[in-house]
């Protein structure tokens, strides 16, 4: 195994006089006094393994989106750009950790072992959700904009409550932190010292709204009017991020109260299959972010460390095209959703109402039955 000892530039890395950073765009390694201790052992294996983390969600997503408008899947949610922001985190996780996620975090749920498929089945329409939360400790992606905030806010009290050492950490992006639950989430775990990580993938958009509409300062210095520990790291900076969650995972765990990371990022696609940014944003502004690729940094900070790049991207590209392929198969095969699902898992004890709206439904389906007959 190739060991080396990591060397650093001294000189100031562009943008980090905005947020904590690691690694510079062009792959060299700065000093970070806030985040170099979280991050010691990271050393050229566990950095090749980032990298093909990071490579295998990428490629998930550009699958995502072919899939999409090859009419296999109704909608996809994009996560290009925000590679590094998810798998930092992610990776800094423990299993007894639970996740509240928002619908774009497919790295999240790929650090979690959640397979693909089953990631990619509410997107299909062939289940209302995917997985079983408890079994992965991640709950199902979240629609409806902040509202995981209060879910996490809430789980993590009772964390607290049962003495438990596990964390809470929730997902959601910029534009949501104009939304009500977000400060409301932010009150109640500040009040109870909850052991719950905020983060926000700071991507710039909120669709079409850009995030100097949501605030005229720093997403994170907004947390610490709650009382919140905050961190604002570089998002597309993976071992800056790895780092940034660790800290604050460690922080919410000694009691300390609740942490709110802003991962400054960049959403380099579209906000979903459905939208088209060319229509509200600049091209030189995508450029501009380009230059800034996760996977490209990483790789150029290996080179410098001397790793053998071909061979990682051979390996990358030998589990991406598994991937891919095992993809492709799940979704030709995965069978249509029973109608019953959609009622199955709302309430845990039957529900009169819900019985009601069940026979109300059955018996609307069976009206296009009966309409076929008679116009045979
Ligand atoms: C409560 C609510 N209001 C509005 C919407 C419609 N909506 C869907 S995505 C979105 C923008 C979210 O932007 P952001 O929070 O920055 O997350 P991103 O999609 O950029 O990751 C909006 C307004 C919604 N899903 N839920």
Not at 299 to 324: C, F, I, S, V, W
Request: charged share 20%.
């Amino acid at each position: 195994m190739l060991t080396v000892s990591i060397t650093f530039d001294s000189s100031t890395p562009e943008g980090a006089e905005d947020y904590l950073q690691i690694l510079a765009p062009d792959g060299t390694r700065h000093p970070c006094p806030e985040l170099d201790h979280w991050v010691e052992e990271i050393d050229i294996p566990a950095l090749e393994n980032l990298y093909i983390d990071m490579a295998c969600i990428r490629r998930l997503d550009t699958e995502g989106t072919a899939l999409q408008r090859q009419g296999e899947l109704g909608l996809w949610a994009p996560l290009l750009g925000q590679e590094a922001a998810q798998i930092g985190s992610g990776r800094a996780l423990e299993h007894d950790d639970f996740i509240f996620p928002s619908y774009r975090e497919h790295g999240v749920a790929y650090c979690r072992g959640i397979d693909p498929h089953d990631l990619l089945r509410m997107w299909r329409g062939a289940a209302p959700s995917g997985w079983n939360p408890y079994e992965v400790n991640m709950a199902n992606q979240q629609i409806v904009i902040g509202a995981q905030t209060l879910h996490a806010a809430g789980y993590a009290m009772g964390l607290k409550f049962d003495g438990s050492a596990a964390a809470a950490i929730t997902y959601f992006g910029d534009g949501a932190t104009s939304q009500g639950d977000v400060s409301e989430a932010m009150v109640f775990a500040a009040s109870y010292q909850a052991p719950v990580v905020f983060f926000c993938q700071n991507n710039h958009w909120a669709i079409s709204e850009p995030v100097t509409r949501q605030t005229s300062g720093y997403i994170a210095d907004r947390a610490k009017g709650f009382g919140l520990a905050t961190w604002r790291v570089d998002g597309n900076d993976v071992v800056a991020v790895l780092a940034a969650t660790r800290a604050a995972l460690a922080h919410v765990r000694t009691g300390s109260g609740p942490a709110f990371i802003e991962a400054v990022t960049y959403r380099m696609g579209a906000h979903t299959t459905a939208d088209d940014p060319t229509r509200y944003r600049d091209a030189l502004e995508l450029e501009e972010w380009a230059a800034k690729d996760p996977l490209d940094r990483v790789a150029a900070h290996l080179d410098t460390l001397g790793a053998d790049l071909a061979a990682l991207r051979e390996r990358a590209k030998q589990a991406t095209d598994d991937m891919a392929a095992g993809l492709r198969e799940a979704i030709t095969t995965m069978p249509d959703p029973e109608v019953d699902d959609l009622f199955a898992h709302v309430y845990s004890h039957p529900h009169p109402w819900l019985e009601e709206q069940r026979e109300n439904y059955a018996n609307y389906l069976a009206g296009f039955a009966e309409n076929a007959q008679a116009s045979k």
